[in-house]
């Protein structure tokens, strides 16, 4: 045998090892993902129970009937609010001469820092009827101020705190897109807002959707801004109905919920289909920035005021709140205890581990193996991330109840509900770090008599740790916010950072969250700081 054919066989060789070790990996993909799916089963299973006539009933009673048409007016509110405030700034920070560009790219990506729900009680704090500012003009003669309560504070809020999303996106988009393009355009006579119009618009669409999809599942499954705006949309609703022993109803309006969620998803795709020619374009270089003459400071005085209302506000609130005292600062009943935050703490890096562990095999598979059980497995550990909080939370409180009691309201099934709601987060930083391995040097250690597993964890597995640990990071911080799947499921007596928030603000005793609230946004910063600092990958 010549050593051409020696060769061969070894790849023929390593090449049937590597099959059988990816059907193997492939069966425990499809068992991870059919974990995570388990809880929409369950809800699916506890509505089959409730008798037709009583389901249709409540799905077309006029309450009912009210709540969609809320969730679906502030949905299409804040996501059309977000991506007319987004996308100018995006186009201002990356096209243009703004001064202070890379200040201005990181003060106005912050306000993602702080949860949403804690901007909402700070801007009641600040302009509700006996907040700061009342106190303020009372003495002007001004007695009365605009109502903060209702759709459009609760647009506002949202807006304000997630329009990011489709700022960060479209910058990405923008960041990508082939310079020459644009320049070709204006050498072929056209002006400034027709190059725009003509070429870069076309390519920033699926940037721009993939923003206003993120907006879109955020304001639809977020509990706390709706609850404390007085808006009665499917998440506060839902919450409420399932504390008032309401069960039957909250299932029903969860499973209507997932239905609303379904539609979204499925308009983005349609709108990421139709542009897809738009990631085409590699980025040829920088384009010649547009020149804004005097406007260049109305623009900075622009962003400096959406930074002002969205970031110095409610950091300025909390701050107060700190220093001097809030309203209700000194409530009894409520003491603070450093127990609260090495509890998130505990249960955070529990759910980061327990993701990275799972996400390792999955994102692995979907990297190294382009055969549809392997993309279906990779793909439905997404749906967790489109299935909303107090959705999930309903879910395995269902299960809890019916077929585990052992395991209801128990860390376990806690940390379960943040590792189905965050594993995409690891599972696609795994599978990118795995695309970026060369396949060349794990068949070299494989044809240097290295067993496939010792093989990963030589070769592999060090390689794409950094993406691993970056995964992990974005889980425990993201996990340290969740509220509504926190406040269903958390076992009695065990208060977290959130939870201890979302009491004091049910009892009007602000101020004492101006300690856990600075936190969570210190915590916060730091996934920041890693979006940013994975931007131009």
Do not use: H
């Amino acid at each position: 045998m010549s050593a051409g054919e020696g060769l061969s066989a070894v790849r023929r060789r390593l090449r049937r090892e590597a099959e059988g070790d990816g059907l193997g990996l492939t069966l425990l993909s499809g068992a991870i993902a059919a974990a995570v799916l388990s809880p929409v089963a369950w809800l699916f299973l506890r509505v089959v129970d409730i008798p037709a006539t009583e389901a249709l009933s409540l799905l077309t009673a006029p309450s009912t009937t009210r709540v969609l048409t809320n969730s679906v007016l502030l949905v299409t509110a804040v996501t059309a609010a977000s991506v007319l405030l987004g996308v100018p700034l995006a186009v201002l920070t990356v096209r243009t001469d703004l001064p202070a560009r890379r200040f201005f790219t990181v003060v106005l990506a912050l306000p993602l820092v702080v949860p949403s729900y804690i901007g909402a009680f700070a801007f009641v704090s600040a302009f509700g009827p006996r907040g700061a500012l009342a106190d303020v003009l009372a003495p002007l003669g001004i007695e009365r101020l605009p109502e903060i309560y209702g759709l459009p504070g609760a647009t506002l809020v949202l807006t304000l705190y997630i329009y990011p999303y489709v700022f960060l996106t479209t910058r990405a988009a923008l960041l990508s897109l082939d310079a020459s393009l644009v320049e070709a355009a204006r050498t072929l006579g056209e002006g400034r807002l027709g190059a725009f119009r003509q070429v870069t618009f076309p390519r920033i669409v699926p940037g721009i959707a993939a923003g206003g999809l993120l907006v879109a599942l955020y304001t639809l499954s977020d509990f706390g801004t709706p609850a404390i705006m007085q808006v009665d949309v499917f998440t506060s609703y839902i919450y409420v109905a399932y504390n008032g022993f309401a069960a039957d109803q909250a299932a029903l309006l969860s499973l209507q919920l997932l239905g609303v969620t379904t539609v979204i998803l499925a308009l983005e795709s349609r709108i990421g289909q139709d542009d897809a020619s738009a990631y085409a374009s590699g980025g040829g270089g920088a384009a010649t920035r547009i020149r804004l003459g005097a406007w260049r400071w109305v623009a900075a005085l622009a962003c400096l005021a959406v930074t002002a209302v969205a970031l110095v506000l409610p950091v300025a609130v909390l701050l107060l709140w700190l220093f001097r005292g809030g309203p209700g600062y000194a409530g009894g009943g409520f003491p603070f205890e450093l127990a609260f935050a090495v509890n998130s703490v505990g249960v955070s890096a529990a759910a980061a581990l327990v993701s990275v562990v799972l996400a390792v095999p999955v994102g692995y598979v979907a990297a190294r193996r382009s055969s549809l059980p392997a993309r279906l497995a990779e793909r439905a550990t997404y749906v967790g991330y489109a299935v909303p909080g107090v959705v999930l939370g309903l879910a395995l409180v269902f299960f809890g109840v019916k077929f585990a009691p052992a395991l209801y309201q128990t860390l376990p099934l806690l940390v379960f509900a943040y590792v189905v709601r965050f594993l995409p987060q690891a599972v696609g930083t795994a599978s990118s770090s795995v695309l970026q391995v060369d396949r060349q040097l794990l068949e070299a250690a494989r044809a240097l008599g290295e067993s496939p597993g010792r093989a990963f964890r030589r070769v592999t597995l060090p390689l794409i740790w950094p993406g691993v640990l970056a995964g992990a990071a974005l889980v425990f911080l993201t996990t340290m916010k969740e509220l509504p799947a926190t406040l269903l499921l958390r076992p009695t007596g065990f208060e977290t950072l959130v939870s201890y928030i979302w009491q004091v603000q049910e009892a009007g005793y602000y101020g004492l969250a101006a300690v856990p609230a600075l936190t969570l946004i210190a915590v916060s910063a730091l996934s920041m700081a890693v979006i940013l600092a994975q931007e131009r990958r």
